[in-house]
């Protein structure tokens, strides 16, 4: 059999085949260096390598150069390449792929109360907060805050460097606290696990960097990184030097400190941004360790290698749970599995028993938009808290439109004020003359934020602004940290001129409905890369998150905006995984015996899906009842899952064959399993249908109106009760037929496992709608489980991908 080619083109500086760039070579197991002291020695091993695998004509300048090993979330290496070089590598047998070195992007007081998580009661209590539970973040790293109490005898200005162990698991010291949320009480992982910190007013980041350091303490003004992998940041940013600030675990983007501070960490008082959202602020799981993984940069995003390299990192301390809130670049679609940095890493993650919850993008609304679409992923998808930041505008006939802010300036004065068009408002083309001392209507963007739209307005001489909503959004605003006085309103065409904006004090409207934000990707269609499997998994609170920020970064990021907080209020899915991160460390802390699979089953089961009047949640984008398509299973409910009665287990091996069904390679499986073992994907315990793979969902495809479709399921009963029965009720999609045999699954003591079939059969009616929706539950009075059913209606011979 010829070697496998996999090397793929693109990303490279200029069309020289002699000029560098990054790539990330994975090895075939069998081939790759051993080491049995891990990444110091395999650091040394793989340069050896190289050179060994290329001719010697290829080692002349410019040399190959080895920058990272991986060892456990990949078997390979990451080096500068010639073009030349990394062709030659893709056609060696030991080598599996060559892929060049890609980019991934960055994707609260009220929170836990709208999540009626309680000290006294449910999950918070059953899992003490998840206390032995560490959560590791990849993300920008983090930023200590002042106020903070330090370590006795360490002070956060000048702050020594400690050297870790091998581990950061074990249980905290007898009356400490530990996780990232607020007021800490500081207390050190125990097995020595200890802090590399870089200090805040002299620059030692060198030490950092080349030191693994562990989050030791609580709260969101406290807390500190595990590491910075910067190395294919560094080498693809050739232009420019980092500083030194940027190389060390300090958050200087701004973005994990406020993921991190979701998921984790004790109480603070008085908690808000500028008093917008005051209140008591408090992470998730609050007495969860987290460990930080800084892999992103403001400027230059996050390299592929980089993230890679965290993971690495974060399997080999043994987390207990994994938070990502990252995804592909500027590509709006998930790639295909194989090809995939994210997954691959997760997959050898969840093969060690660690949870990771990721993002599934900010992209949309547009179909298939969602990313981080990988079954063994747990994929979040953002809702919104009920409650809203109101900045509204009263006009000249008395008339008040609705509008959003988090201005925190002197608000405008009670006289009218004129209002001219500002057009987009664009840098440049709004004239002086004609706006000094006016309000500015500015047109919608295509990002909600708009705060530069303020500040173009401000420096042209205006005093406030109104601005439109996005319109790919739809009717959904949200707020923006505006230096001037401007408020975020639905498009309109025109309006009346407003007399002045109303928002003299933040202040804070209860909303009636519970509804999904616009703003992160959605469905809207089947999963892009496996149409059986339905993504998300579940949504979260994730718009006005109110969490810890960095001291590096304004809120706006906007030079002129010279203004520090502690904590800020911003949106997204980046936002909402942090809290299922959460969730699933108190999870993993109250059942320590379920799977990764199992836990994901018990938050997907035990959702809702209604608002609190009792509606469907609805989609912001369209105003009107969402899909499974947008929101997965449902809203997550912590208190319930922590019951759920069944589950849907997954085993790996079950994947590998879900891989084969989607007509993998044996070489790309390799990429997953690197146990240097050669699946043979034409077994017969190999060919299950994609829909086949043990979710808590069902995804069915139709291409006639008499089409029959049969999908298995396995249910493991995980309650108290081992003597049960549960009973299936099914609302059926319109169109549809759903049958499932047995009825009845009769559970006694001793196997805790019971098949079943769901035959979906079209009966012929004429269905005008191309997606149809509906659900089985299986229930025994006590405790119901519940899996959403989509329905796709073909055209004739057309693909279920390319329907999407």
Known sequence: MPPPTRCHGGRVNGRNEDVQ??????????????SKSRLRLLADAYPSFLRDSLPTRMLQQPKPRVFYSYAHAATGFAARLTRRQAKHLASLPSMLAVVPDGDLRLQTTRTPEFLRLSESSGLLRASRGALRTVIGVIDSGVYPAKHSRPPRGLDFDDVAYLEPSDKVGGRPPKGTMSGLASTPRIGRPSRRSQACRPRRTRSAAAACRRRRSML???ATESSWGRSSSTKGTRLINLGRQLHEREKSPLDTNRHGTHTASTAAGSAVEDASFFNYGKGRAVGVAPSARIAVYKACWTETGCKESDVLSAFDEA???????????????????????HNDTIAKAAFNAIRKGIIVSAAAGNEGPGDSTLQNVAPWLLSVGTSTIDSRFLANVVLSNGQTVTGVSLYSGAPLSASQIPLVDGGSCRDGKLDASTVAWKIVLCGPSDYPGHTWKGDVVRRAGGVGAIIGGTLKYGRDI????HIIPATHTWPRNKDPPPRRLSSKVPSTAKRRLLRLVCHPSRAAAPNIRAAGILKPDVIALG??????????????????????????I?????MACPHVSGIVAMLREAQPTWSAAAIKSALMTTTYNVDNAGDIIKDATIGKASTPFAR?????????????????DVRNSEYISFLCSLGYTAEQIALFTRDGSVTDCSTSTSKADVTDLNYPAFSVAFKSDNDKVTQRRRLTNVSKDSTTTYTASVTSPDGVRVTVNPPRLHFMRGPRNKRYEVAFEAHGEEVKDKYTFGSITWSDGTNTVTSPITITWLDGDEDVTAAI
């Open 543 to 568: 718009e006005s998150i109110l969490a810890a920020w960095t001291g590096e970064e304004s809120p706006t990021g906007l030079d002129e905006d010279t203004r520090r907080q502690q904590f800020n």
């Open 632 to 648: 997965g299973a449902g809203h997550v409910d912590p208190n319930r899952a922590l019951d759920p009665g069944l589950v849907y």
């Open 478 to 481: 949200l707020p923006a940290h």
């Open 570 to 574: 911003i949106y997204g899915t980046s």
């Open 315 to 337: 399997i080999v301390d043994k987390v207990n749970v994994m938070s990502i809130s990252i995804g592909v670049g500027e590509v709006p679609r998930a790639p295909e599995f």
């Open 216 to 218: 030791p303490s609580t």
């Open 21 to 34: 760039s990054s790539y990330i070579v994975h090895v075939a197991p069998g081939h790759a260096p051993r």
